[in-house]
């Protein structure tokens, strides 16, 4: 059942799977002052809940309904549970183009652990191939200063994109070049090609004994690794050999 009433702005609460993280301030208050003349033209969503009312879609709406010194909010009220809140958040934020990638591929992650889908799932839910999903889920695999200047719109996605193949640290050290001399992308991906080149290559250490169980024990751990990254998850794999033993390093970005 849908309803459409006036919300005391008390009763209503931000809707905790929202994707969204970044609200410029100079954007809520012209919002805002946009409400005070012209008056809210959208309801926002909402679902009623044990605490009140939580928002689904419109929480920007929201918060500059705040700055503008309302005490009621006309909303939309819906029947969802949770998963159908984040999920439908989700929706109208990639709509919207609201979402920066870290974001949205945050988003993706929690809705498929949550709900057991596979990326393929995941993308019929929101119209969008599975690379797209995948792509996407990829750049949280990147330090999180690069993350975080994907949100604050210092980089772009595809910037973000072609620092990927390359190493940790020399994704640190393009990144600190494409944000001091401006660098566009076709330049960050040549950077990025020509670093990888220039890296020394690891001499081959062969191990002695038990070589065949070794490969047969490695090959079962690379399999491991890629059925956990067809799930979504995000995982960096290191190996190290040396003359005494292999070993392997597996990342979990938090």
Not at 11 to 38: C, G, M, V
Not at 189 to 205: A, G, N, Y
Request: proline content about 4%; some cysteine; overall charge neutral.
């Amino acid at each position: 059942m849908i309803t459409t009433k006036d919300i005391a702005i008390d009763q209503i609460r931000p809707n905790r799977y929202q994707p969204r993280t970044d609200f410029n301030p100079d954007s809520l208050f012209e919002l805002a002052q946009s409400i005070r003349e012209n008056g809210l033209i959208q309801p926002i969503t909402v679902r009623k809940n044990e605490e009140g009312y939580e928002i689904i879609a419109g929480e920007r709406r929201y918060r500059a309904m705040i700055l503008a010194g309302y005490t009621t909010v006309p909303c939309l009220v819906i029947e969802a549970d949770e998963t159908q809140t984040a999920e439908m958040a989700l929706v109208e934020n990639i709509q919207r183009e609201d979402l920066s990638a870290i974001e949205e591929a945050k988003a993706y992650l929690w809705l498929m652990k949550e709900n057991d889908w596979t990326q393929e799932r995941m993308a019929d839910k929101i119209g969008k191939s599975q690379s797209a999903v995948a792509n996407k889920i990829r750049l949280l695999g990147l330090p999180q200063k690069i993350q975080d200047a994907i949100i604050s719109k210092r980089i772009s996605e595809r910037h973000a994109r072609a620092l990927l193949p390359a190493p940790l640290e020399v994704q640190e050290e393009i990144f600190d070049q494409i944000i001091q001399k401006s660098l566009n992308v076709k330049q960050t991906e040549l950077m990025v090609q020509q670093r990888i080149i220039d890296l020394p290559v690891k001499r081959k250490v062969k191990t002695k004994g038990a070589t065949r169980h070794i490969k047969i024990a490695l090959n079962t751990i690379h399999q491991a690794v890629e059925m956990i990254r067809k799930t979504g998850i995000v995982v960096k794999k290191e190996e190290i050999e040396t003359e005494e033993d292999v070993r392997i390093i597996l990342r979990f970005p938090k």
